[in-house]
């Protein structure tokens, strides 16, 4: 399979348009990422033929939308190397996949426990575990990085101790771009006997995710951020883990047997998905994963990275501009400043000239504040990018900045 980029940009209809009179560059998918024509059909044929709940209609409607619902699970659980499909658990996003585990097995943790976590967090999984830790009594500790945004493995090593019960950190940081070593981590969190969660949500769509292969307990994602709509999302979890789990949420669908006073729940996975789900949703997600497989995805991941290299390459010559975060191993994430302009007008002069970026924290206040900037903005890429809209950017940028100066 060759790579053509415009063949993928045509299935993406939303960038076909035009923004303030010129042609929508797309630069913020990091923040979420748009949604190809096979995804949309899929959404729109389930509300126009089989609309219904699912698991529970003595109908053919009913049984037709479950068939979707749970072919989805089969093809997500493909997808991610599950080695079981029962540990695909339906959440509304990465944010509830690691509120479940934070909920849900973190009732298990007391005071004398410690959860490690990272600098470059996003505040999905660092808020959770802080307030986690309030909860129960154990300690947060959280493991530094450099400079150029990697994390200190020296530290990292440092800070597990044996009652170090969970370790937490992103696939990638959603600020710098940073590709961290998860499966090594996975390793050192598992000698020390501890749980491990990866925060998927930006790793998810940028390479082949194998959840065995790389030795964690969890692994968080939401579908959004993968081609598939808002509101879904997966926690992959080991069964042996997700079977032996206290219960968060509670209502229709998980339940074995009721009683007025007791209760008892239903197997995985439905024991930890309490009420309707979001099925369409769901079902977008399953043509999400299905569509990415039948690409190329090599040369998908190829092009992304010439993508970071060439957006690098010219921000190096960019007089005034810093790049924040240099790590060696990056997603198409260029979070960058430039002298003393803030990042909201830069954000604001680029969507006047069609480019949209993201501007502001990166939902990282800690990671800002260890930075000591106020923010970043941030162009991040994806596989219906070109070169050409790089250069977009890099012209509007230099507008922004004489408007600036
Ligand atoms: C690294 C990381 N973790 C967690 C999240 C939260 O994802 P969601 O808002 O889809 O739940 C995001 C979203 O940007 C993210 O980038």
Redesign the pocket.
Known sequence: MSFDVEAIRAQFPVLAQSVHGKPLVYLDN??TTQKPQAVIDAIVDFYTTCNSNVHRGAHQLSDNATRRYEKARDDVAAFIHAPHREEVIWTS????SINLVANGLGQLLKAGDEVLVTQME?H??LVTWQQACKRSGATLKVCPMTEDGELDLDAFDALLTDNTRMVAF?HV??ALGTINPIKLLSTKAKEKGAWVLV?G??GIAHGDVDVADIGCDFYAF?G??IFAPTGV?VLWGKRSVLEDWPVWQTGGEMIHDVDYDTATWGALPNRLEAGTPNIAGVIGLGAAVNWLKSQDMAALQAHEKSLLDYATEKANAFEGMRIIGKAKHKIGVMSFLFDNAHPADIGFILDKQGVAIRTGDN?AQPLMKRLNIPGTARASFSIYNTHQEIDQLFAALKKAKMMLA
Request: charged content about 15%; hydrophobic content about 20%.
């Open positions: 990091a923040a996003g990465t944010t509830e996003h999905a999984n992103p940081s959603n925060d949500a930006q939401s959004h951020k999302g939902c």
